[in-house]
């Protein structure tokens, strides 16, 4: 895919600025956070190919702005439950902060990938992985047959591959 066109997400700008801003003011509660995200928002628009027709603009740039918000939000539990796990280690274990926000980017692509999967995968691929449980495990648990969780961790896994090696 080629990026967008300059004029055609600059003229998006100029017509659409405005009011994508206010409607992520009202969502945030926070002009500079809405200020950031718009920002984000044209930015990730210059970066992939528009529709060759917008319809309706504002619905593609409230799509595209709303995920934004979502992953703005997500990072922020992601932090807030790296920083308290971090409390509970004594202060001369405690990792540099450039190890800390390399964590946190980390956390962060992997949340990235695990959204990707359908509810039932990502429940099915964290028991195996973080729980350690094994396929019939999950299938009682979940009240599943071992099929049925086989194949969602066959989904699960290459999902994650392609999102690692073909992006």
């Given at each position: 895919?080629?990026?967008?066109s300059s004029n055609d997400v600059g003229e998006l700008y100029l017509q659409h600025h405005s009011w994508i801003v206010a409607m992520l003011r009202r969502r945030l509660g926070n002009r500079e956070q809405a200020l950031d995200i718009a920002q984000d928002?044209?930015?990730k628009l210059l970066r992939s190919e528009l529709p060759p027709l917008l319809r309706e603009p504002r619905a593609y740039l409230c799509t595209?702005?709303?995920r934004l918000c979502l992953q703005h939000f997500r990072r922020q539990a992601l932090e807030a439950a790296y920083l308290d796990s971090l409390a509970l280690i004594e202060p001369q274990h405690q990792p540099s902060e450039e190890t800390r926000l390399l964590v946190?980017?980390?956390l962060d692509a992997v949340g990235q990938v695990l959204d990707g999967l359908g509810s039932r995968v990502r429940e099915?691929?964290?028991?195996?992985?973080?729980?350690?449980?094994?396929?019939p495990q999950i299938a009682e648990q979940l009240g599943l047959t071992v099929n049925?969780?086989?194949k969602a961790m066959l989904k699960a896994y290459r999902h994650?591959?392609?999102?690692v090696y073909q992006q």
């Open positions: 895919m080629s990026p967008s928002t044209f930015v595209v702005a709303s946190l980017e980390a099915i691929f964290l028991l195996s992985q973080l729980d350690g449980l094994i396929y049925v969780v086989q994650c591959y392609a999102a």
